[in-house]
T-cell receptor
Framework: GAGVSQSPSNKVTEKGKDVELRCDPI?????LYWYRQRLGQGLEFLIY????????KSGLPSDRFSAERTGESVSTLTIQRTQQEDSAVYLC??????????????FGEGSRLTVL | GEDVEQSLFLSVREGDSSVINCTYT??????LYWYKQEPGAGLQLLTYIFSNMDMKQDQRLTVLLNKKDKHLSLRIADTQTGDSAIYFC???????????????FGRGTSLIVHP
């Protein structure tokens, strides 16, 4: 498709399990972002990729969180040993570059994670 | 660090103007944005303003920037029921290490338009 695609759209898991969230950015977009949106909260920046590199990982909340990007395309956000406070909507966005206005961010519809 | 604040709810009557306000703290912000999120959809860029501007108009939308007070507003003229959505204010600045921009978002203002 032409937009940012995220999967799964909904994930319910038990505390302590690992989860993987996938993001397919718009083809050709070099920059990719992960944000987290907890209920009633703003978007919390997690990590940013330029190509396959992540120059800024400062937003990852703990070492249980990791992300990778391959082929300057698909990105996976992995949460190990999930906790209830990880419940949120995880949003992925991509943009065409980092210069100029920074590039409009195109968002996916998000992956809603519920940890029981 | 940077922080973006906005009120959580705004209710208006159809046909009236809506004004959504936002304050930010990072004086080095280069771009300021308004994104719209409709139910079940991702955020979409509505409009943006460069920090050396004080006003931008785009059809029914007017963005006002008061850089001294770090205050940004979005005015929607002749508000329609289809404008009901969550509106996010965001700012971004350039990272020294790569020139990358990472927008920081507010919590979003839920705009409710009633007949």
């Amino acid at each position: 498709g032409a937009g940012v695609s995220q999967s799964p759209s909904n994930k319910v898991t038990e505390k302590g399990k690992d989860v993987e969230l996938r993001c397919d950015p718009i083809s050709g977009h070099t920059a990719l972002y992960w944000y987290r949106q907890r209920l009633g909260q703003g978007l919390e920046f997690l990590i940013y990729f330029q190509g396959n590199s992540a120059p800024d990982k400062s937003g990852l909340p703990s070492d249980r969180f990791s992300a990778e990007r391959t082929g300057e395309s698909v990105s996976t956000l992995t949460i190990q040993r999930t906790q209830q406070e990880d419940s949120a909507v995880y949003l992925c966005a991509s943009s065409s570059g980092t210069g100029g206005m920074g590039g409009e961010l195109f968002f996916g519809e998000g992956s809603r994670l519920t940890v029981l | 660090g940077e922080d973006v604040e906005q009120s959580l709810f705004l209710s208006v009557r159809e046909g009236d103007s809506s004004v959504i306000n936002c304050t930010y703290t990072d004086s080095s912000s280069t771009y300021l944005y308004w994104y719209k999120q409709e139910p079940g959809a991702g955020l979409q860029l509505l409009t943006y303003i460069f920090s050396n501007m004080d006003m931008k108009q785009d059809q029914r939308l007017t963005v006002l920037l008061n850089k001294k007070d770090k205050h940004l507003s979005l005015r929607i003229a002749d508000t329609q029921t289809g404008d009901s959505a969550i509106y996010f204010c965001a700012e971004s600045y350039s990272f020294a290490s790569g020139g990358s921009y990472i927008p920081t978002f507010g919590r979003g203002t839920s705009l409710i338009v009633h007949p």
